[in-house]
């Protein structure tokens, strides 16, 4: 009989959200977690695939997906790999609708 022990999971990198108040002055809160993949254009967030708490990765979710004004508070952090980014964001927002080019 033959035992084989499965190799543990490595993540890859770390990825890193933090919150700052008014002015940018301050850090008010700071997650970070397990990262396996990421994806990205320039500074823009294509893919990302992250592994933590609960709280922190609904955190994340909310930071991609909040108003451009409240994007200024936030800042996301990379260390992947090869890949070592800061000031990241979300995909831009696409200029037209795809009503407006004719695919709805």
Do not use: W
């Not at 254009?41 to 909310?62: I, N, R, Y």
């Not at 930071?63 to 800042?75: C, E, F, I, M, Y």
Request: proline share 3%; hydrophobic share 45%.
């Amino acid at each position: 009989m033959t035992i084989v022990q499965a190799a543990a999971a490595r993540p890859l990198g770390h990825f890193e959200f933090e919150v700052y108040g008014a002015g940018r002055s301050q850090c008010m809160s700071q997650f970070k977690m397990r990262c396996d993949a990421i994806a990205l254009h320039e500074s823009e967030l294509l893919l990302l695939s992250v592994v933590g708490a609960e709280t922190a990765v609904k955190a994340t979710t909310a930071g991609l997906q909040s108003s451009a004004r409240d994007q200024k508070r936030l800042t996301f952090t990379a260390r992947v790999g090869d890949v070592n980014a800061t000031s990241l964001g979300p995909v831009a927002k696409p200029a037209l609708g795809l009503g407006q080019l004719g695919l709805a």
